[in-house]
């Protein structure tokens, strides 16, 4: 049976590589999602995952004024993300920051990440918290920075969240993505207060076993 629903699916495993930081990702192609990287039992970027951030993408368009110019992506992955942002907003400046070389190549290879996006290979809290890099402030700013299924504690700091709030432009806006199914959906619930205290106003946006916070 298994075998059967293989053949409708038309899934395929193109590549297996090993990452010091993501253990084993898997680049995948099926009919349903197109090509993906699986990574620690979850899609990292295209497939589901890319459905979640066009949802939610989707919702910062109809609430932001004024287009997007400047964007930044921490958790750039595969650059799914970014493919949404160029799709959205033609002619945005996007720059990605991620800590694995190796997903970060899985993308230009599979997943069409574009060279004129701007990679840093770093770490997301030093770029924001230490201003590693950076050199000016953005109207969109996402926040997907998952190691396998687990959101790192010091991307729950305040500090890191003012960090945040200091690189965006005064009428720009920030998503979060954070999933919610199981014990997840307290941690997440729990994560929005934080959110609350930072920013002028949080909304949610649901898309498949996730939510995305959007903030103002």
Same mark, same amino acid.
């Given at each position: 049976?298994?075998?059967?629903?293989?053949?409708?699916?038309?899934?395929?495993?193109?590549?297996?590589?090993?990452?010091?930081?993501?253990?084993?990702?898997?680049?995948?192609?099926?009919?349903? /999602?197109?090509?993906?990287?699986?990574?620690?039992?979850?899609?990292?970027?295209?497939?589901?995952?890319?459905?979640? /951030?066009?949802?939610?993408?989707?919702?910062?368009?109809?609430?932001?004024?004024?287009?997007?110019?400047?964007?930044?992506?921490?958790?750039?992955?595969?650059?799914?993300?970014?493919?949404?942002?160029?799709?959205? /907003?033609?002619?945005?400046?996007?720059?990605?920051?991620?800590?694995?070389?190796?997903?970060?190549?899985?993308?230009?290879?599979?997943?069409?990440?574009?060279?004129?996006? @701007?990679?840093?290979?770093?770490?997301?809290?030093?770029?924001?918290?230490?201003?590693?890099?950076?050199?000016?402030?953005?109207?969109?700013?996402?926040?997907?920075?998952?190691?396998?299924? @687990?959101?790192?504690?010091?991307?729950?700091?305040?500090?890191?969240?003012?960090?945040?709030? @200091?690189?965006?432009?005064?009428?720009?806006?920030?998503?979060?993505?954070?999933?919610?199914?199981?014990?997840?959906?307290?941690?997440?619930?729990?994560?929005?207060?934080?959110?609350?205290?930072?920013?002028?106003?949080?909304?949610?946006?649901?898309?498949?076993?996730?939510?995305?916070?959007?903030?103002?």
């Amino acid at each position: 049976m298994m075998d059967l629903l293989l053949f409708f699916s038309g899934r395929r495993v193109l590549v297996e590589v090993e990452s010091k930081l993501n253990g084993k990702l898997t680049v995948v192609r099926d009919l349903p /999602w197109g090509t993906y990287i699986m990574g620690g039992g979850l899609t990292q970027s295209g497939g589901v995952a890319q459905k979640v /951030w066009k949802d939610s993408l989707g919702e910062v368009l109809k609430r932001k004024r004024g287009g997007v110019k400047e964007a930044v992506i921490l958790g750039l992955g595969g650059g799914s993300i970014a493919g949404l942002i160029e799709r959205f /907003w033609t002619g945005a400046k996007i720059t990605g920051v991620d800590i694995d070389p190796v997903i970060v190549d899985l993308g230009k290879k599979y997943l069409g990440l574009r060279r004129d996006v @701007e990679v840093i290979l770093g770490d997301a809290y030093g770029f924001v918290v230490k201003k590693e890099k950076l050199t000016r402030q953005y109207d969109l700013i996402c926040i997907d920075t998952y190691v396998k299924d @687990e959101f790192p504690k010091k991307f729950e700091k305040e500090k890191f969240l003012k960090g945040v709030k @200091e690189i965006l432009k005064k009428d720009g806006v920030v998503v979060f993505n954070r999933l919610y199914y199981g014990e997840k959906i307290k941690e997440a619930n729990e994560f929005e207060k934080k959110l609350e205290k930072i920013f002028d106003r949080v909304e949610r946006v649901y898309s498949e076993a996730n939510v995305m916070f959007i903030c103002f």
